[in-house]
């Protein structure tokens, strides 16, 4: 009896020192990610398709009309392997113009693009630079539309900020468990540097990357 209580001394303190050895980085249990701008930064856009492909992760790629037409075979690739949003045809501020007048170009123009690449595509739209108004998004809900903004970014789309400073901010970002996080990447060289590192740790912690489409179900 003696040497039992011993044992299960000794194995208690190991379990503690084990778990404190490995502290965890993030406290949330689930993610949402999306990419802006695709399929600007082609070559950066595949190694992203890869990154995700090798982490079994579906993300949102919000995707520039014209960006469509310009680089069609990585299009093609984004509709077979990922879920396509809307972000206009030429990246347009969208709150410095008349929607009505500029909706057809803009947005339905790239909307088809989309369509004819992803029949069943659920019609996503993310404002350029996030800038939109209540009527603007009472105009295109009624068109539709699922307007999705995000929680999360590093603004790596700026060429100064390092993949360790992307690093730091999702490590002080991710630090709580209140509400599911939609995470905003840009296609910087940072974001696809971050974005394996960032992947491996999330799979380490058990944190699941869920679709918009479930998060929208559970929101
Ligand atoms: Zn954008």
Redesign the pocket.
Known sequence: MKYFKQILFLSIIVAVLSSCSKEKIYLVNEVVLSF??APNFPENVVQILDILDKHHVKATF?CIGEALRAYPEIAERISVEQVMGN?TYS?INILKNNLSEIFDKEILQTQEIIDSLQPSNPHYFRP??GKIGSDQRRFLIQKGYTIIMWDLSAEEWNDKVTTRQVLNYYHTSLQSKAKIPVILFHLNTSSVEALDILLGEFEEEGISVISLEEYLSKI
Request: proline share 14%; charged share 30%.
């Open positions: 802006d701008d919000f972000h990246h350029p630079f």
